[in-house]
């Protein structure tokens, strides 16, 4: 039985289709803004979208966050606020060039030791 290989475009484009949002395919995109009742991002998101500057997933249902966010090297910008996060990945210190993080509004109660 041979495997199956699913390419991370593939799955991002299933999790638009699933969240009912028109996917933005410019994986070199500097912004995103999604906002849609979302209750989770694919664990390849970070790998995805790997040039972002800027990204605000506010106001969502969001109760996690994937291990690859910390992947965004590029990210200045995080706006996670008003959601159900109960913590954040570790990878999230990876971000070094982030200038703004909100994380208001969720339930998070342990911050990463390296910015807690």
């Given at each position: 039985?041979?495997?199956?290989?699913?390419?991370?475009?593939?799955?991002?484009?299933?999790?638009?289709?699933?969240?009912?949002?028109?996917?933005?395919?410019?994986?070199?995109?500097?912004?995103?803004?999604?906002?849609?009742?979302?209750?989770?991002?694919?664990?390849?998101?970070?790998?995805?979208?790997?040039?972002?500057?800027?990204?605000?997933?506010?106001?969502?249902?969001?109760?996690?966050?994937?291990?690859?966010?910390?992947?965004?090297?590029?990210?200045?910008?995080?706006?996670?606020?008003?959601?159900?996060?109960?913590?954040?990945?570790?990878?999230?210190?990876?971000?070094?060039?982030?200038?703004?993080?909100?994380?208001?509004?969720?339930?998070?109660?342990?911050?990463?030791e390296e910015i807690g």
């Amino acid at each position: 039985m041979s495997k199956v290989f699913i390419s991370e475009e593939d799955i991002m484009k299933e999790w638009f289709q699933k969240v009912g949002i028109r996917m933005v395919e410019d994986c070199s995109v500097k912004k995103l803004q999604l906002r849609k009742r979302l209750t989770d991002l694919p664990d390849c998101f970070g790998n995805y979208y790997t040039e972002l500057k800027t990204l605000f997933v506010y106001s969502n249902k969001l109760k996690e966050l994937p291990d690859s966010i910390g992947s965004i090297e590029t990210l200045t910008n995080f706006n996670c606020y008003q959601n159900k996060l109960t913590k954040i990945p570790d990878s999230i210190t990876n971000l070094t060039n982030l200038v703004k993080l909100r994380l208001s509004d969720n339930n998070i109660d342990v911050l990463p030791e390296e910015i807690g």
